[in-house]
């Protein structure tokens, strides 16, 4: 079975910079897996922000990046602002099927 | 602007099938290179997988649950649906249908459906 692996927790600090990771089992993301990822704050459904590795939705902040990163998909946010604390999600595309990863609580501090 | 909203039973009894409906609006279902889906999420956990269905009609699931899901489209109606039976206390989740063009992009507000005699 498939498992998709990003880090369970991080911590940034208003205007900072934090870095997201998204690993597959499988071995190394490519854009291949068309990597998305995906807000959720709590009690909201999620929010897509980057599809197809970096590629950005029209209401997606300027802030969040996507890129490949060491063999793993990235979610970059530059600049962060205490709204962007909420936990966010990588899905990785395996031919038919699609796999999330666990997700990554991102506090502001 | 596409807007999906879940709907049906909240709850229901272990042994049976849980049925939820999609009803999609600001565009068909049936318009070319679009894939309807489902995804739940267990009550404080991560997001799941559970299938899609192509506007061709072709269907993929998650090996996990392929052999209890089954979503079909009505395309009269731009709806699609999830059927998952012999559901029991661990299918009680949060059921989210999406579509996924270059990636998935519109969201339902997602359904809770407790699994519970």
């Known amino acids: 079975q498939t498992v998709v692996t990003q880090e369970p927790s991080l911590t940034v600090s208003p205007g900072g910079t934090v870095t997201l990771t998204c690993a597959s089992s499988?071995?190394?993301?490519?854009?291949?897996?068309?990597p998305n990822w995906f807000q959720q704050k709590p009690g909201q459904a999620p929010r897509a922000l980057i599809y197809s590795t970096s590629n950005k939705h029209s209401w997606t902040p300027a802030r969040f990046s996507g890129s490949l990163l060491g063999g793993k998909a990235a979610l970059t946010l530059s600049g962060v602002q205490p709204e962007d604390e909420a936990d966010y999600y990588c899905l990785l595309f395996y031919r038919g099927a699609r796999v999330f990863g666990g997700g990554t609580k991102l506090t502001v501090l | 602007q596409v807007q999906l909203q879940e709907s049906g039973p909240g709850l229901v009894k272990p042994s049976e099938t849980l049925s939820l409906t999609c009803n999609v609006s600001?565009?068909?279902?049936?318009?070319?290179?679009?894939?309807w889906s489902w995804i739940r999420q267990h009550p404080g956990k991560g997001l799941e997988w559970i299938g899609y269905i192509y506007y061709s009609g072709n269907t993929y699931y998650n090996p996990s649950l392929k052999s209890r899901v089954t979503i079909s489209e009505d395309t009269s109606k731009n709806q699609f649906s999830l059927k998952m039976k012999s559901v029991t206390a661990a299918d009680t989740a949060v059921y989210y249908c999406?579509?996924?063009?270059?990636?998935?992009?519109?969201w339902g507000q997602g359904t809770l459906v407790t699994v519970s005699s």
């Open positions: 499988t071995g190394a993301v490519t854009t291949a897996y068309y």
């Open positions: 999406a579509r996924e063009n270059e990636g998935i992009d519109y």
């Open positions: 600001g565009g068909s279902i049936s318009s070319g290179g679009y894939y």
